[in-house]
C-alpha cells in the first residue's frame, strides 16, 4: 500500500478512511519500560497452613509506545512458583528492555511467545509482562481489556479470607466482614484437622444458609481428612474444597466418591495448560482455580 493512497486517521491502530481510500496505518511501537517495586502492608497479617503473611511485594510495569498510550501490569513473586523478588524483578526488567522496548505490541502473540521462551522460570513477571501488552492494546483503542476479550459478565460476586485463627478470632472477623456485605467467606485450613472443623462448624452456625462458605488447605491435609471434610461438608454446606493434598498427591483424591471430587478446587497443582491438560485427564478436580501469577497471565489463562 503506498503512502499516497492512504486517507487519514483519527489515532489507534488505524483509522476512518479519508473519501473512499483505505485507512492509513499507523504505526506501533514500545518507546518506553519502566519497572518498580513497591510493598504494600496488608490491613491485618494472615496465616495459611505454609506461611504467615503480613505484606505483598508487587513489581510493577508500565509499557508506552509512540502515540502516549501507556499499559501497566504487575508481579506478585510467590513460593508455590518458586520464584524470589529479586529474580523475579531482574527478570521483568530484562524481558522489558531487551524484547518489548522496541517491538510492535500488535503482533501479541508472537511477542508473547518469545517472552515466554525466556520467562520459564518466572511466570509472575511474564504475568507483568502480559498483562500489561493487553492493558496497552485495549487502551490504544479506547476499550477495557475485558471488552477486548468479549466480555460476556459484567460483574462476579467475591468472596474475603479469614486466615487460620483461633475460633473466637474467626468468628469475630467473620462478623466484621458480613456486616461489611460480604456473602462469601474463604476459610484458610490445614494446620489443624480438629480445629479446623470447630471453626467450621462454629462458622455455620453464625452464618444464615444463603452465606456461602469456601475452604481452602494450601496442600495441609492428608487424603484422609480430605475424605472426612467431605463427608462434613453437607452438614457444613460447603461450596468448595482447594487444594487439600499437596502437588503431585491429587492423584489420590480419584479414591474419593464422584460427589467429593466435585467439591475438591485445584490451586497449586495447576500452574498452566500444560497441568490443565493432565488434570483434565483423570479429572480428580471438579473445580480449578486459575491464577495469573502461576500460568504466566491472561494468555496462559486463555490457553488453560
Not at 123 to 150: C, K
Not at 244 to 250: D, I, S, T, V, Y
Not at 251 to 268: F, I, P, T, V, W
Request: charge should be neutral; proline fraction near 5%.
Amino acid at each position: 500500500m503506498s503512502q499516497s493512497a492512504c486517507g487519514t486517521t483519527t489515532g489507534g491502530w488505524g483509522g476512518a478512511p479519508s473519501g473512499n481510500g483505505p485507512a492509513k496505518i499507523i504505526l506501533m511501537t514500545i518507546t518506553g519500560v519502566e519497572t518498580w517495586t513497591d510493598q504494600l502492608p496488608l490491613t491485618r497479617p494472615y496465616v495459611i497452613a505454609t506461611r504467615v503473611v503480613s505484606s505483598v511485594d508487587l513489581h510493577f510495569v508500565r509499557l508506552e509506545n509512540n502515540l502516549g498510550v501507556f499499559g501497566l501490569g504487575c508481579a506478585a513473586p510467590t513460593a508455590v512458583t518458586a520464584e524470589n523478588a529479586e529474580a523475579c524483578l531482574g527478570a521483568l526488567d530484562a524481558c522489558a528492555n531487551d524484547i518489548v522496548k522496541g517491538s510492535d505490541p500488535r503482533p501479541l502473540r508472537a511477542l508473547i511467545r518469545r517472552l515466554r521462551k525466556e520467562c520459564v522460570q518466572y511466570p509472575s513477571a511474564m504475568a507483568a509482562m502480559d498483562m500489561a501488552l493487553y492493558d496497552l492494546l485495549a487502551r490504544s483503542v479506547g476499550i477495557p481489556v475485558a471488552a477486548m476479550l468479549g466480555q460476556c459478565v459484567t460483574a462476579l460476586p467475591t468472596s474475603i479470607t479469614i486466615g487460620i485463627l483461633p475460633l473466637e478470632e474467626t468468628l469475630s472477623e467473620a462478623r466484621e466482614y458480613l456486616g461489611r456485605g460480604f456473602r462469601c467467606l474463604k476459610v484458610k485450613l490445614g494446620l489443624n484437622y480438629e480445629e479446623d472443623l470447630e471453626r467450621l462448624r462454629a462458622l455455620r452456625a453464625l452464618c444464615s444458609a444463603d452465606i456461602r462458605i469456601r475452604v481452602d488447605a494450601n496442600q495441609g491435609y492428608t487424603i484422609e481428612q480430605a475424605r472426612q471434610l467431605a463427608h462434613e461438608s453437607h452438614a457444613l454446606n460447603l461450596e468448595l474444597i482447594e487444594q487439600p493434598l499437596a502437588r503431585g498427591k491429587e492423584g489420590r483424591l480419584l479414591g474419593l466418591s464422584k460427589e467429593a471430587q466435585r467439591l475438591m478446587a485445584a490451586d497449586e497443582s495447576l500452574h498452566g495448560p500444560e497441568d490443565a491438560l493432565r488434570l483434565a485427564a483423570d479429572m480428580p478436580f471438579g473445580i480449578w482455580n486459575i491464577k495469573l501469577m502461576k500460568c504466566g497471565g491472561i494468555t496462559g489463562a486463555l490457553g488453560i
